[in-house]
């Protein structure tokens, strides 16, 4: 059965000129994890946060933050972002060259290990590195901005790696992120992801909380 759901609104549909509110609102409205996607305008076409801004938001809430590396030799920032608060680190098999050396340090870290695979990246580069992962993180769009529209071809997708997780016994939560809403979390979810990141999905309704109550209801029911 797909493991407990988790929502991670993620703050880069946030309004970063009142991001301690924002953090504050999204925390009292439910969110079980906070996203927080790091670009460096090489790996992806778009820049945005740095350290410091993760150690202001670990200020700002108690909200274990999940953080996303679409970076370039992130292995070299590793322990920067642990530092400032991460609790959980992605880096992404593609801006990569020694995979397995990345989660270790993660781990060694003291923060939860993840790796994300874009949507043309298929599964088979994980295989031996899942037994020492706490998440995969399937991209369903191509990383870079929000509000971009979810990609079908990412569902089979999903299927096949919590087919994979289950027959060998894991306990490896599979993270979504990009274009995920209301309407769509249960198609994702019945797939067989369980950590629902969502932007423009939450942070561009009126009501934070309502929307992440109904994304959640919608999730359970689809499990
Ligand atoms: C995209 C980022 C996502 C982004 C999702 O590169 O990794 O986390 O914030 O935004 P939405 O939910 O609006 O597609
Ligand atoms: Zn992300």
Redesign the pocket.
């Known amino acids: 059965m797909t493991p407990a759901i988790q929502i991670a609104p993620?703050i880069?549909?946030a309004d970063f000129g009142r991001l301690a509110e924002e953090l504050v609102s999204i925390s009292e409205g439910g969110a079980d994890l906070i996203?927080v996607?790091v670009m460096d305008g090489h790996f992806?076409p778009n820049l945005t946060i740095g350290p410091m801004i993760v150690e202001a938001a670990k200020r700002a809430t108690k909200v274990p933050l999940d953080v996303?590396l679409?970076i370039s030799n992130a292995e070299a920032f590793l322990r920067d972002y642990v530092e400032a608060g991460a609790d959980m680190v992605s880096v992404h098999a593609e801006a990569v060259t020694h995979l397995h050396r990345a989660v270790q340090e993660i781990k060694s870290l003291g923060a939860k290990a993840s790796v994300a695979i874009n949507p043309a990246t298929g599964i088979d580069g994980l295989d031996y590195v899942l037994d020492d992962l706490d998440m995969v993180l399937v991209m369903t769009?191509n990383?870079?901005?929000?509000?971009?529209s979810f990609i079908e071809s990412c569902l089979p997708k999903i299927e096949s790696l919590r087919e994979r997780i289950d027959k060998r016994g894991l306990k490896v939560d599979i993270e979504v992120?990009?274009?995920?809403k209301v309407d769509n979390v249960q198609r994702v979810v019945a797939a067989g992801a369980n950590v629902i990141?969502?932007?423009?999905?939450i942070f561009k309704t009126p009501n934070y909380a309502d929307t992440i109550k109904n994304m959640r209801e919608r999730a359970e029911a689809a499990r």
Not at 143 to 148: I, K, L, V
Not at 197 to 201: A, E, K, Q, R, W
């Open positions: 993620s880069l549909s996203h996607d992806v996303h679409m769009v990383p870079g901005f929000g509000g971009q992120d990009g274009g995920i990141v969502s932007g423009s999905g």
